[in-house]
């Protein structure tokens, strides 16, 4: 699988964006989909995960639980992270993953080349 990240940018807190993961390669929709960030300094952080299919099972950080919604659309082989009233400590690049499951990024095997997000006033 080939994963490329867009939607990156630079918002005041509060604002949103909205990334989007497009996944190429045979058999998207059997796949769950997990998103993870790293801060300056700081380990790599699971955000959120979808399941494969109808993607009907999620999982959220409890850092970002309430803020962020992630989806699926299997026509477009796409997964979207929508990021609400974000804050500064959202800063980092957000990376996408492929073949896995769950919050811990040892547990996927195809990564995105990530998309930085910054949260400043």
């Known amino acids: 699988l080939q994963l490329v990240e867009s939607g990156g940018g630079l918002v005041h807190p509060g604002g949103s964006l909205k990334l989007s993961c497009a996944v190429s390669?045979?058999?998207?929709?059997?796949?769950?989909v997990g998103w993870f960030r790293q801060a300056p300094g700081k380990d790599l952080e699971g955000v959120s995960c979808?399941?494969?299919?109808?993607?009907?099972?999620?999982m959220y950080a409890d850092s970002v639980k309430g803020r962020f919604t992630i989806s699926r659309d299997n026509a477009k082989n796409t997964v979207n992270l929508q990021m609400d009233n974000l804050k500064p400590e959202d800063t980092a690049v957000y990376y996408c993953?492929?073949?896995?499951?769950?919050?811990?990024?040892?547990?996927?095997?195809?990564w995105g080349q990530g998309t930085q997000v910054t949260v400043t006033s």
């Open positions: 993953a492929a073949n896995g499951w769950g919050l811990v990024s040892g547990e996927y095997v195809d």
């Open positions: 390669g045979f058999g998207f929709r059997d796949y769950a």
């Open positions: 979808i399941s494969s299919e109808s993607g009907a099972a999620t």
